[in-house]
């Protein structure tokens, strides 16, 4: 089964040069059916990335621009009315997909960002009377730019849970670069081909759920998240004034499901410490709310979960 993921990669890596922890994040997010958040500045290949992904896979892809003026039936679709027929039609949005890239998420209303992850986790979208189960698999990658900040709505905590993943993707090193810019000035790229089918996905998905997680790597995780809650009974009191709120539920239940994936994308079916601590921070960041004392000293999540992983007794 791993080699039909490294096909996937392999075809990706036809049009998309490096960025490999961000392949390995959407395959993540896309195995364990959750969604992923990607910050990034503009050029990075995010787009081209989930297309790719798509194509490889056979599955749909949608693309929604967000925008201040953007509205939820611009995402979910909406009644309309057919003055020929005297009656009422719907009209699907981009959610009916699956893969939706939803770019620059922050830009967009709290109404439209509220009612996409809505759907995000009940996976059906009501229109008038009628509610339409969403095909699977289903996921969203969204993405947002840390650069500008005029014009911009600030993802609550809440909604920033519902995201399995963030990710944050940075510029390819000099080599890659070259790679890319001799690939665009050229303009030729290899066609894409499928190279999963929908059934060996459900297969893959399956063994997945199967693979082993020993009770002493599962109390590990539970550890660490509970850390990030009570750093003081983990001889961490030097994180106590940094953190406001730690990591919530799902991310013990997001953890439980990720280093399941991550062993799989290693070529192993049992997971170990190792496979905690590479997604550890990909999962909490973004869960961990920090106070004014740790962002007036500069302090990231990304330094609390790197203290905590260092700090929290490996079985």
């Not at 297309?51 to 039936?73: V, Y």
């Amino acid at each position: 089964m791993i080699s039909k993921i490294q096909a996937i990669k392999k075809e990706v890596s036809k049009v998309v040069v490096g960025q490999e922890k961000m392949i390995d994040g959407l395959l993540i997010a896309l195995l364990c059916e959750g969604h992923i958040l990607i910050e990034g500045v503009p050029g990075l290949a995010k787009t081209t990335t989930v297309n790719a992904l798509a194509k490889s896979l056979g599955l749909h892809f949608k693309r929604a621009q967000f925008t201040p003026d953007l509205l939820p039936s611009d995402i979910l679709g909406a009644e309309i009315y057919d003055p020929k027929n005297n009656s009422f039609k719907i009209k699907k949005g981009p959610i009916f997909t699956n893969l939706l890239l939803a770019d620059e998420i922050n830009r967009a209303p709290a109404k439209v960002q509220s009612a996409l992850l809505e759907v995000m986790q009940e996976k059906q979208v009501t229109l008038g009377d009628t509610t339409f189960a969403l095909e699977l698999p289903f996921f969203v990658m969204a993405t947002q730019n840390p650069v500008e900040q005029e014009g911009v709505y600030q993802l609550p905590e809440a909604q920033l849970d519902r995201f399995m993943l963030k990710l944050i993707v940075d510029y390819n090193t000099k080599a890659e670069e070259l790679e890319i810019a001799r690939r665009m000035s050229s303009g030729i790229f290899e066609e894409i081909q499928a190279v999963l089918s929908h059934e060996e996905l459900i297969e893959i998905k399956k063994f997945i759920k199967a693979i082993h997680v020993d009770t002493e790597v599962e109390e590990y995780i539970i550890e660490l998240v509970n850390a990030t809650r009570k750093p003081e009974q983990y001889n961490l009191k030097e994180l106590k004034n940094y953190i406001q709120f730690g990591a919530s539920p799902r991310v013990s239940i997001d953890m439980f499901k990720a280093v399941k994936a991550m062993a799989f994308l290693r070529g192993k079916d049992f997971v170990t410490p190792v496979d905690v601590a590479y997604i550890a921070k990909e999962i909490m960041r973004h869960r961990i709310v920090l106070t004014y004392e740790a962002e007036a000293e500069g302090i990231t999540t990304d330094q609390i979960i790197q203290k905590v992983l260092e700090t929290v007794a490996i079985p």
